[in-house]
């Protein structure tokens, strides 16, 4: 059963980092068929939809950010260690939520900011910045 899982969440000061990851697990992913997914980040604020944050393309080489997080988080990837990172860079207290991955099975130089486009999810991740 395909599984997502995230870690690297915690407690930082504004202007603090913290690097998110995200494990995929399963028959959906063996092999090189990790390969193969667009790699999605969202995440949820309380009281807040979720919202799309960063994405990167099955092979690594398109790389899709929210404005607001243009220039201080960096999606990337590891497809032999079948794991996708958020680097998180200048964190302020706007950026507090649950950070979840997603897997979309589209091998194309592409990735989709829409969450109705993933197929597997992880179980999120919070992430708090204090100011």
């Known amino acids: 059963q395909a599984q997502l899982v995230e870690s690297g969440g915690g407690l930082v000061q504004a202007g603090g980092s913290l690097r998110l990851s995200c494990v995929a697990s399963?028959?959906?992913?063996?092999?090189?068929?990790?390969?193969?997914?667009?790699m999605g980040w969202f995440r949820q604020a309380p009281g807040k939809e979720r919202e799309f944050v960063a994405a990167i393309s099955s092979s690594g080489g398109r790389t899709y950010y929210l404005d607001s997080v243009q220039g201080r988080f960096t999606v990337s990837r590891d497809n032999a260690k079948n794991t996708v990172y958020l680097q998180m860079e200048s964190l302020r207290p706007e950026d507090t939520a649950v950070y979840y991955c997603?897997?979309?099975?589209?091998?194309?130089?592409?990735?989709?900011?829409?969450?109705?486009?993933?197929?597997?999810w992880g179980q999120g991740t919070q992430v708090t910045v204090s100011s």
């Open positions: 399963g028959r959906e992913f063996a092999g090189r068929t990790f390969s193969a997914y667009a």
């Open positions: 997603a897997a979309d099975l589209l091998p194309a130089n592409r990735a989709s900011r829409l969450q109705n486009d993933y197929d597997y």
